[in-house]
């Protein structure tokens, strides 16, 4: 009887080994299909950076777009050196747009809500 319970027991504790390596196997898995998600879409930026025809370059963002992954053009907000990197200024004189975006350079990108790359940004100054 005390065999069996030690037998049962070493059955257990083989079948918890087994699960425990199937899940870390899966984890394994996940992480690397994550880190392969992350070259693919790097891939594209830079495609898309660099894509002289109108169809390649919409239908490149056109697929980041369907994988959560967005163009930013901050044009008309408020200039954040936290969100955004000033590439230029340009002269206003109006007060009101100070400070402002007037123009988008290069365009950022976000995977879902995790910033990829910081827009480059020309920004309105008071003369």
Known sequence: MQQEATDAASDADAELGAEMIAVTSENGALEHALTERAKLIELCVYALDRARS???AQRLADGLHEIG???LY???ERFDPARHEAGGTLPTTDPVLDGT???TEI???????QLLRT???TVYRLR
């Open 54 to 56: 109108t169809g390649v």
């Open 69 to 71: 992954v967005h163009a």
């Open 74 to 76: 901050p044009d008309g």
């Open 101 to 103: 975006i007037a123009e």
């Open 107 to 113: 365009p950022g990108f976000a995977d879902r809500d």
């Open 119 to 121: 827009p480059v940004v």
